[in-house]
T-cell receptor, first 114, second 117 residues
């Protein structure tokens, strides 16, 4: 597609449930990133995929968080046993491998854990 | 530990005047800096960047200035237009560590700019 697509746009879930967030990057973009923005805070790096290399998972806040990417296409971010502090906007972005000028973000998934 | 700080949560500027958004960083390893603009319900969009080998980068109405000794950068928008009303995020990375400066950006908390017609 023309841009980075994320679904769902909004998700309300009960504490303790698992959630899965989806990201469709721009076709041909080899790099894919997940960030989150909690209320009143900056964007926080979570994970980075680049081609077939091992992902950089250094930003994942706990082992309840995991992400997968199928080849150079769709990625899913899974949060298990959600907690209220997981409430945030989860943003996905993609870029061409050799791009040093910033990447393209999706509109995000607003997750609310009640 | 906030390594990138935007100390002004909001700023109001009259249309046609200059808008100056400020950003400070603490990590001396940062050598590549970017500004993003975000409208409500949309993802951030890349605006302009600068590497530490420069002290100024200009793109149309947007100019970014970098003062390495002060660990400070600023974004100037002139003249300001109503469509510039948005939240502006400063971000930083280390080209020394990453290949292209994109892989792991550290963001500030943003400044909400309102342009008054």
């Amino acid at each position: 597609g023309a841009g980075v697509s994320q679904s769902p746009s909004n998700k309300v879930t009960e504490k303790g449930k698992d959630v899965e967030l989806r990201c469709d990057p721009i076709s041909g973009h080899t790099a894919l990133y997940w960030y989150r923005q909690r209320l009143g805070q900056g964007l926080e790096f979570l994970i980075y995929f680049q081609g077939n290399s091992a992902p950089d998972k250094s930003g994942l806040p706990s082992d309840r968080f995991s992400a997968e990417r199928t080849g150079e296409s769709v990625s899913t971010l899974t949060i298990q046993r959600t907690q209220q502090e997981d409430s945030a906007v989860y943003l996905c972005a993609s870029s061409l491998e050799a791009t040093a000028g910033g990447y393209t973000f999706g509109s995000g998934t607003r997750l609310t854990v009640v | 530990d906030q390594q990138v700080k935007q100390n002004s949560p909001s700023l109001s500027v009259q249309e046609g005047r200059i808008s100056i958004l400020n950003c400070d960083y603490t990590n001396s390893m940062f050598d590549y800096f970017l500004w993003y603009k975000k409208y409500p319900a949309e993802g951030p969009t890349f605006l302009i960047s600068i590497s530490s080998i420069k002290d100024k980068n200009e793109d149309g109405r947007f100019t970014v200035f970098l003062n390495k000794s002060a660990k400070h950068l600023s974004l100037h928008i002139v003249p300001s237009q109503p469509g510039d009303s948005a939240v502006y995020f400063c971000a930083a990375s280390s080209l020394f560590i990453s290949n292209f400066g994109n892989e792991k950006l550290t963001f500030g908390t943003g400044t909400r700019l309102t342009i008054i017609p």
